[in-house]
């Protein structure tokens, strides 16, 4: 049976108690924060990309073994403004919203002019993140809106731009055991240089209350990276972070900025701007974390496209990182709504591949042009010095078919073994969660017949022995006749079922989470 992504989805504000089937651990107290799109049709007008959608917002809170369940749809600017035209008015990545053909001159020029230099959607619906005490929906625009994580109501709207000139940002920033928050974020054509901004939020929700909010106040910049070419930023979606370096992939996908200027005039959207280009190498750069400088060496690799980071880690004068990489931008063609639509038959997505990267960060003088500089003996990932003192670095895959890595965020930076991922096949959509040992390969997988899960969230078992001492939770889409969508949670180590609780209510596929714990 196949799944409806383009159907409107009500909300569900009113706290909703869930059924329970099984025993949750008395330990597993907080709140699993989803976000997603929701209303994909406003009137007579409708969107073209999956991810346009108007952000709804899920809550999943755990308290006492019970688990109660509320939605709501994230009330900015964009939600407002189409709900009052009763019709899409405000432009998403993929979708062009064009002035009812009734109105005015003055209308359509102020219209254009918005479009030439882009005001950015607020329909924050790709993640949750924390900046201090305060807890934000996010897309990747500067925009950024405040939600109250127990009711879900839509707060302030904040803009980077005020604490930072950047245009766009990442939505999965890091943390650190301190709660401080780091991130990274796109200057285009800022004082004539486009460049790429890494950037930290201390936490301050203790100590003097007057610091507390917002805490982007006390935004402070870490480095900037410039870009390899003024008019054309890469696109990126996530970095990685150890103990001591930022890992950046400046990858040959590139947004072009004067095609973005003219897609209106053009009737075109902005994805459209988004161009690969395989002939290019793809750049890594490791930059110190307390200098905030680059590393001596050049890294690069073959051209790919990366969404997300797996995470990274420091050993014996390496750098190794993890990523989830394709061969070409298919992955966000996938997502047109009638691409979807026709989602059993088969699909031109590039497979995407979990690959190891292993980063030498000191080279040796006596090493020759052609040598392989890795040498650690468990990975077949390599770097080989080329002329000028350059490296070529291939990488190791760890396995296929897979998306949307989450790991115990206690490992996060730091040697791990363990990491839990949807299974995607020649589809983007998931049928299948698994647990991958790294040292192993070792795939242990959980399905059901008509489910579709999400993203699984690894939640950790307080003063838990051993890496995958939890449990993961993910959200399941749920076809079979008679039965609702349902919160699955299974023990980390077996990767066995321990509770479900079904919702009474319809689930709607999403994107990303953030579990907040009951304490927090």
Request: negative net charge; hydrophobic residues 35%.
């Amino acid at each position: 049976m196949a799944y409806d992504y383009a159907k409107n989805i009500e909300e569900r504000p009113d706290p909703v108690k869930a059924d329970l089937k099984g025993n949750l651990p008395s330990w597993l107290q907080g709140t699993l924060l989803r976000n997603g799109p929701g209303i994909f049709s406003v009137g007579d007008t409708t969107y073209n990309h999956w991810f346009d959608g108007m952000a709804l917002m899920h809550s999943f809170t755990f308290k006492d073994g019970e688990v109660i369940y509320r939605s709501r749809y994230l009330r900015g600017d964009t939600y407002k403004d189409n709900m009052a035209a009763k019709r899409i008015v405000v432009s998403e990545m993929g979708t062009m919203a064009y002035p009812d053909p009734g109105k005015n001159v003055i209308s359509r020029v102020i219209t254009f002019l918005n479009h030439t230099v882009p005001d950015f959607t607020d329909n924050c619906g790709n993640n949750f993140i924390r900046y201090g005490k305060d807890y934000y929906a996010t897309s990747e625009t500067n925009y950024i809106r405040k939600v109250d994580p127990v009711t879900l109501e839509t707060q302030d709207k904040v803009d980077y731009m005020k604490y930072l000139a950047v245009n766009l940002v990442t939505s999965h920033p890091h943390y650190d055991k301190d709660g401080t928050a780091y991130n990274m974020g796109t200057s285009i054509a800022e004082k004539g240089k486009t460049k790429y901004t890494l950037f930290k939020v201390p936490d301050t929700t203790a100590g003097d209350k007057a610091n507390a909010s917002p805490a982007l106040k006390n935004l402070e910049v870490i480095c900037t990276v410039p870009c390899r070419s003024l008019l054309s930023p890469s696109y990126y979606h996530s970095f990685g972070m150890t103990d001591n370096y930022f890992i950046f992939i400046e990858q040959p996908f590139k947004l072009d900025i004067l095609k973005m200027a003219t897609a209106y005039m053009r009737g075109v959207n902005w994805a459209s701007c988004l161009k690969f280009c395989p002939e290019e190498n793809t750049l890594i750069h490791l930059i110190d974390r307390k200098t905030g400088k680059e590393v001596g060496i050049k890294y690069y690799t073959e051209a790919m496209i990366v969404y997300h980071h797996v995470n990274a880690f420091e050993e014996d004068g390496h750098v190794i990182f993890d990523v989830i990489a394709y061969e070409d931008p298919s992955l966000y063609n996938m997502f047109y709504l009638n691409v979807l639509k026709e989602q059993s038959k088969t699909s031109a997505m590039s497979v995407p591949k979990c690959k190891r990267f292993a980063l030498p960060v000191q080279t040796d003088k006596g090493i020759d042009v052609g040598d392989d500089m890795v040498k650690l003996q468990y990975t077949t990932a390599s770097a080989v010095k080329e002329k000028e003192g350059k490296l070529l670095c291939q990488p190791e895959v760890l396995c296929d078919s897979v998306e949307l890595p989450r790991i115990n965020y206690d490992f996060n930076g730091k040697k791990y073994r363990f990491v839990y991922m949807t299974c995607v096949a020649m589809t983007a959509v998931a049928t299948k969660i698994m647990k991958l040992d790294i040292e192993t390969k070792e795939r242990t997988e959980w399905s059901e017949e008509n489910c579709w899960p999400s993203e699984p969230v690894f939640i950790p078992r307080p003063n838990g022995e051993g890496e995958d001492d939890g449990v993961v939770l993910t959200t399941v889409i749920n076809s079979n006749p008679g039965e609702s969508g349902f919160i699955l949670v299974l023990d980390a180590k077996s990767f066995k079922e321990v509770a479900r609780a079904y919702m009474n209510a319809e689930l709607h596929m999403d994107m990303h989470g953030y579990f907040i714990p009951m304490e927090n």
